[in-house]
């Protein structure tokens, strides 16, 4: 198959196991679950793992890369109202503007203040949490430094705010913010609003939710507390200070990951969709290279201090293409045999799917992958040769850059 250059779509899968964890919880304090092929699989959401990799540290940060997104229900009060009365701006008066600034501009409902007002909030916080960007806050405090120095008292701000963001300039101004104004983070993974002065964002990466490859492996883990001081208030040291149990899972879990190239440019460079091919593209291509590496080594999980659920990934497989992305999940449709060798099994399951598909569909992308253990099937089904992690992401943001 001839590679196309400049192709629209990289899809990422990895695989990595996890022994005595409890990666993400529910509401009632269990392992997430999903039940597919007719059995039940321990699950990790996708807002859990994007959450880990938006916001882990070090060499491959997203954050080395650009400014992340203010992502609060507190931004007006920290970024807008606080360093207002900094700058001399009377308490009233800043929260009232600060107050009245977040509703304009996020284009709260007519409901959502009555319900604001009935129940009698105090606090300077948003309904929902919002997603800002440093460009977007700092013109947001220069406006209404503006506007706090024109009135006198707090009553007058709401005409105020919504007179001095009438004007054609203020709109235009706003409006001429990039959309990765909003953010790094924001123009990977996207935004909601509802408001006329502020852009939505697409998310430009599609995470789907991680599952076992084999039914659920779950126990309760009975604990106690010894208490170290028992022995001097009591006649003898038996029992204990504190009993409890948590549940723990463990598992080998299958991930998987679409980038939108064109979106991802559009969004980090503030262009239109239509015309990707003519930004530039070093920093998608540092984005996805960045990515390669937070999906192998980023591990979600609670419970730190007493599982210490770190785990790199086996197995990191990239797609890139023009064809409609299709996630390997269905390779797993009938839960992976764990013996004699559940890894192994693994493999030849998603080596299987993907010489089926292939040949159902027509090889329609071309595969790479870094990995671990015997991985002959997965070399003949991709038609590669294994890379280590840091060819692989090279690899990756070439594509980026144009392909082959």
């Given at each position: 198959?001839a590679?196309?250059?400049?192709?629209k779509f990289?899809?990422?899968h990895?695989?990595?196991?996890?022994?005595?964890?409890?990666?993400?919880?529910?509401?009632a304090?269990f392992?997430k679950?999903i039940p597919?092929?007719?059995?039940?699989?321990?699950?990790?959401s996708?807002?859990?793992l994007?959450?880990?990799?938006?916001?882990?540290?070090?060499?491959?940060?997203?954050?080395?890369?650009?400014k992340?997104?203010?992502?609060?229900r507190?931004?007006?009060?920290?970024e807008?109202?606080?360093?207002?009365?900094?700058?001399?701006?009377?308490?009233p008066?800043?929260?009232?503007?600060?107050?009245?600034?977040a509703?304009?501009v996020?284009?709260?409902?007519?409901?959502a203040?009555k319900?604001?007002?009935?129940?009698?909030?105090?606090?300077?916080?948003?309904?929902?949490?919002?997603?800002?960007?440093?460009?977007e806050?700092?013109f947001?405090?220069?406006e209404?430094?503006?506007?706090s120095k024109?009135?006198?008292?707090?009553?007058?701000?709401?005409?105020?705010?919504?007179s001095?963001f009438?004007?054609?300039?203020?709109k235009?101004?706003?409006?001429?913010?990039?959309?990765?104004?909003?953010?790094l983070?924001?123009a990977?993974?996207?935004?909601?609003?509802?408001?006329?002065?502020?852009?939505r964002?697409?998310a430009?990466?599609?995470?789907?939710?991680?599952?076992t490859?084999?039914?659920?492996?779950a126990?309760?883990?009975y604990?106690?507390?010894?208490?170290?001081?028992?022995?001097?208030?009591?006649d003898?040291?038996?029992?204990?200070?504190?009993?409890g149990n948590v549940?723990l899972?463990?598992g080998?879990?299958?991930?998987y990951?679409?980038?939108?190239?064109?979106?991802?440019v559009?969004?980090?460079?503030?262009c239109d969709?239509?015309?990707?091919?003519?930004?530039?593209?070093?920093?998608?291509?540092?984005?996805?290279?960045?990515?390669i590496?937070l999906?192998?080594?980023?591990?979600p999980?609670?419970?730190?201090?007493?599982?210490?659920?770190?785990?790199?990934?086996?197995?990191?497989?990239?797609?890139?293409?023009n064809a409609?992305?299709?996630?390997?999940a269905n390779?797993f449709?009938?839960?992976?045999?764990?013996?004699?060798?559940?890894?192994?099994n693994t493999?030849?399951?998603?080596a299987d799917?993907?010489?089926?598909?292939?040949?159902m569909?027509?090889?329609?992308n071309e595969r790479?992958?870094?990995?671990?253990k015997d991985?002959?099937?997965?070399?003949?089904?991709?038609?590669?040769?294994?890379?280590?992690i840091?060819?692989?992401a090279?690899w990756?943001?070439?594509?980026?850059q144009?392909?082959?």
């Open positions: 198959m590679v196309l250059k400049n192709p990289l899809q990422i990895f695989l990595t196991s996890y022994p005595a964890a409890l990666l993400n919880r529910d509401d304090g392992a679950r597919f092929g007719g059995v039940t699989r321990t699950r990790v996708s807002q859990c994007k959450r880990h990799w938006r916001t882990t540290e070090g060499e491959h940060a997203l954050s080395n890369l650009g992340l997104s203010v992502r609060s507190y931004t007006f009060d920290a807008i109202c606080k360093p207002l009365v900094a700058k001399g701006i009377s308490d008066v800043a929260k009232a503007v600060s107050e009245t600034l509703s304009v996020l284009g709260q409902s007519a409901k203040e319900a604001k007002e009935e129940e009698k909030e105090t606090e300077l916080k948003t309904s929902q949490i919002t997603v800002l960007g440093r460009p806050i700092d947001l405090l220069k209404a430094l503006v506007i024109e009135i006198k008292e707090s009553k007058d701000s709401k005409k105020a705010v919504e001095h009438k004007k054609k300039e203020v235009e101004n706003l409006a001429s913010l990039k959309k990765a104004a909003a953010g983070d924001a990977l993974f996207g935004r909601m609003v509802t408001s006329d002065y502020l852009s964002g697409d430009a990466i599609h995470v789907a939710h991680a599952f490859v084999h039914s659920e492996d126990e309760s883990d604990f106690s507390a010894v208490d170290d001081l028992q022995k001097d208030f009591t003898k040291q038996i029992g204990s200070g504190h009993l549940e899972n463990s080998l879990y299958y991930g990951v679409v980038v939108d190239i064109p979106l991802l559009s969004n980090l460079e503030g969709r239509k015309d990707w091919l003519k930004a530039d593209r070093a920093l998608a291509a540092n984005v996805v290279k960045n990515l590496h999906v192998a080594t980023v591990s999980g609670a419970k730190l201090g007493s599982t210490a659920p770190y785990a790199y990934a086996h197995l990191v497989m990239a797609e890139s293409g409609q992305p299709a996630t390997l390779a449709l009938v839960p992976v045999k764990e013996r004699p060798d559940l890894l192994a493999y030849k399951a998603a799917y993907i010489t089926e598909i292939d040949g569909y027509g090889k329609r790479q992958f870094a990995g671990m991985v002959s099937a997965i070399q003949k089904a991709t038609s590669s040769e294994k890379k280590d840091n060819e692989l090279q990756a943001a070439n594509e980026i144009g392909g082959a």
